[in-house]
T-cell receptor, first 113, second 114 residues
């Protein structure tokens, strides 16, 4: 298995632009998580999906952020409009089975100028 | 509410010496406990977990962790550190009841000195 796949790996954009991050979870996993990692705030859970349904989006910082999971093999995290404070590494993770360890993707490093 | 504390931002240890990275947790139900490692510019990698059973859990790369219910701790250990163990280590907890939200600690940077 290729593991969790994220694209793009790096994204540089200007303030005000729309950014879309993509994630393909491990096949057969029924849970998907989006995290944001920064030096200042550490690793933050943004949103969690179970069986393609958003269960907990309390970590989504504001309305500029939205996430979708249209099917079991694909999820997006969108920021519109982007701001410099959104600069971070965004990780997608998936899990399945009874004991729920998470498998992380390589991350997308987002820089908003 | 559940929480995890990693009291040390950084741990330095000489190569070949035993290492310990500390973690304490708080959870209302039975804890599911995890350790992850993050190398530079990489995602987190699962090391080991405690769900139930034997308090001493063995994981990848020679790491182990001991679950101590009375002290609500789950310290990560390795008998002999390698330079290649230098990385960022995260402890995480999940309540065994309810949904799957996992709370991660702030991370401990392990530096193994040659």
């Amino acid at each position: 298995d290729a593991g969790v796949i994220q694209s793009p790996r790096h994204e540089v954009t200007e303030m005000g632009q729309e950014v879309t991050l993509r994630c393909k979870p491990i096949s057969g996993h029924n849970s998907l998580f989006w995290y944001r990692q920064t030096m200042m705030r550490g690793l933050e859970l943004l949103i969690y999906f179970n069986n393609n349904v958003p269960i907990d989006d309390s970590g989504m910082p504001e309305d500029r952020f939205s996430a979708k999971m249209p099917n079991a093999s694909f999820s997006t995290l969108k920021i519109q409009p982007s701001e410099p404070r959104d600069s971070a590494v965004y990780f997608c993770a998936s899990s399945g089975g009874s004991f729920n360890e998470q498998f992380f993707g390589p991350g997308t490093r987002l820089t908003v100028l | 509410a559940q929480s995890v504390a990693q009291p040390e931002d950084q741990v330095n240890v000489a190569e070949g010496n035993p290492l310990t990275v500390k973690c304490t947790y708080s959870v209302s139900g039975n804890p599911y406990l995890f350790w992850y490692v993050q190398y530079p510019n990489r995602g987190l990698q699962f090391l080991l977990k405690y769900i139930t059973g034997d308090n001493l859990v063995k994981g990848s790369y020679g790491f182990e962790a001991e679950f101590n219910k009375s002290q609500t701790s789950f310290h990560l250990k390795k008998p002999s550190a390698l330079v290649s163990d230098s990385a960022l280590y995260f402890c995480a907890v999940r309540d065994g009841e309810g949904y799957q939200k996992v709370t991660f600690g702030t991370g401990t940077k392990l530096q193994v000195i040659p």
